[in-house]
């Protein structure tokens, strides 16, 4: 044991350590060969009102520097979620948080009311989703959106409420506020950002969607900005997720300002890397003298004015070599 004090707390929720899946990459297959109890929280797939076929195929397709999905929000529907997977889930000492996904500001709202039962912990709104009653554009790619479905659901439930929100807005502290001021108990920042690939040999999109979502460590320093923007003008926690792939990745999300982090698409290529990521935030703490992880939250430090002015001089010289060795 670390000595360390790994817990963190979101809108109620109190969770033994900052790490969880993020919605979409954790499937039930892996609780045999993970110990899930460690995680802070396991998220579900985001579950819609009824089942879902999602996109054709195929659905992801490798970049450069992460992923791109079109899975198009595959659902059993939230019958099938009740039965089956709280009841899974319950037998594990974590919280559950389920993902819920609609297509109108009421169906969000019934949808969650249907959900808060015993062995949900809390709700994930993904709303980053197409909005039928908007002409497809994402509930989170507007303040007013985002703030009507928040409120609906809101009034419905008492669980705790995490709004998603998607990168794919020019605004992410305006969207964030409206969450928030809607009754959002915390914000995950962000979802996909909007992509696309083709393949140059058969002239077609590498997705079967034609566009889909691109994640991994292609998007963090994108993320990770939104969440530092957020967390100077939020009053509730930031969940930061995207590109996250290590511990020091986990560690410059929470010193931008997020509370806790959501590991997606580098679990695909390491199914237990969450638990190395958790191992490793706690050897950081230890190597820096931190006690307590949520001590880091929103810690980052800027240089002084000297300081720059001596970068400054450094750069003029060629000190930060690495861009001009480049070219770039």
Request: with cysteine; charged share 20%; net charge neutral.
């Given at each position: 044991?670390?000595?360390?004090?790994?817990?963190?707390?979101?809108?109620?929720?109190?969770?033994?350590?900052?790490?969880?899946?993020?919605?979409?990459?954790?499937?039930?297959?892996?609780t045999?060969?993970?110990?899930?109890?460690?995680?802070?929280?396991?998220?579900?797939?985001?579950?819609?009102?009824?089942?879902?076929?999602?996109?054709?195929?195929?659905?992801?397709?490798?970049?450069a520097?992460?992923?791109?999905?079109?899975?198009g929000?595959?659902?059993?529907?939230?019958?099938?979620?009740?039965?089956?997977?709280?009841?899974?889930?319950?037998?594990?000492?974590?919280?559950?948080i389920?993902?819920?996904?609609a297509?109108?500001?009421?169906?969000?709202?019934?949808?969650?009311?249907?959900?808060?039962?015993?062995?949900?912990?809390?709700?994930?709104?993904?709303?980053?989703?197409?909005?039928?009653?908007?002409?497809?554009?994402?509930?989170?790619?507007?303040?007013?959106?985002?703030?009507?479905?928040?409120?609906?659901?809101?009034?419905?439930?008492d669980?705790?409420?995490?709004?998603?929100?998607?990168?794919?807005?020019?605004?992410?502290?305006?969207?964030?506020?409206?969450?928030?001021?809607?009754?959002?108990?915390?914000?995950?920042?962000?979802?996909?950002?909007?992509?696309?690939?083709?393949?140059?040999?058969?002239?077609?999109p590498?997705?079967?969607?034609?566009?889909?979502?691109?994640?991994?460590?292609?998007?963090?320093?994108?993320?990770?900005?939104?969440?530092?923007?957020?967390?100077?003008?939020?009053?509730?926690?930031?969940?930061?997720?995207?590109?996250?792939?290590?511990?020091?990745?986990?560690?410059?999300?929470?010193?931008?300002?997020?509370?806790?982090?959501?590991?997606?698409?580098?679990?695909?290529?390491?199914?237990?890397?969450?638990?190395?990521?958790?191992?490793?935030?706690?050897?950081?703490?230890?190597?820096?003298?931190?006690?307590?992880?949520?001590?880091?939250?929103?810690?980052?430090?800027?240089?002084?004015?000297r300081?720059?002015?001596s970068?400054?001089?450094?750069?003029?010289?060629?000190?930060?070599?690495?861009?001009?060795?480049?070219?770039?």
């Amino acid at each position: 044991m670390s000595g360390i004090d790994m817990t963190v707390e979101l809108g109620g929720l109190r969770l033994k350590n900052p790490v969880m899946p993020a919605s979409g990459t954790f499937a039930e297959e892996l609780t045999h060969v993970l110990d899930i109890s460690r995680f802070g929280a396991v998220v579900t797939k985001s579950v819609t009102p009824e089942a879902r076929l999602g996109n054709p195929g195929p659905r992801v397709a490798e970049t450069a520097a992460g992923m791109i999905n079109a899975v198009g929000i595959q659902s059993k529907g939230a019958d099938a979620f009740l039965a089956h997977t709280v009841p899974f889930y319950r037998r594990f000492d974590v919280p559950l948080i389920a993902s819920i996904s609609a297509e109108t500001a009421d169906q969000f709202a019934a949808l969650a009311a249907k959900l808060s039962v015993d062995g949900v912990a809390a709700l994930e709104v993904n709303i980053s989703c197409p909005n039928l009653e908007d002409d497809g554009r994402s509930f989170a790619m507007d303040p007013g959106q985002t703030a009507r479905v928040l409120e609906k659901i809101r009034r419905v439930t008492d669980l705790p409420l995490f709004a998603k929100l998607t990168p794919n807005t020019g605004d992410i502290v305006a969207v964030a506020l409206a969450a928030e001021q809607a009754g959002a108990d915390a914000v995950v920042i962000a979802n996909t950002i909007l992509a696309m690939a083709i393949d140059v040999e058969t002239r077609r999109p590498k997705v079967g969607n034609g566009m889909g979502g691109l994640s991994g460590p292609a998007i963090k320093p994108i993320i990770v900005r939104m969440v530092y923007q957020a967390a100077r003008r939020l009053r509730v926690p930031i969940i930061g997720c995207g590109g996250i792939c290590s511990a020091e990745d986990a560690i410059e999300y929470m010193l931008a300002g997020a509370t806790a982090v959501q590991v997606g698409t580098y679990t695909f290529l390491q199914p237990a890397g969450m638990l190395d990521i958790l191992a490793g935030m706690e050897a950081y703490a230890l190597r820096h003298g931190v006690t307590r992880i949520r001590d880091l939250v929103g810690a980052v430090e800027w240089p002084t004015r000297r300081e720059q002015v001596s970068t400054n001089s450094s750069d003029r010289l060629g000190g930060g070599g690495g861009i001009m060795a480049c070219g770039v």
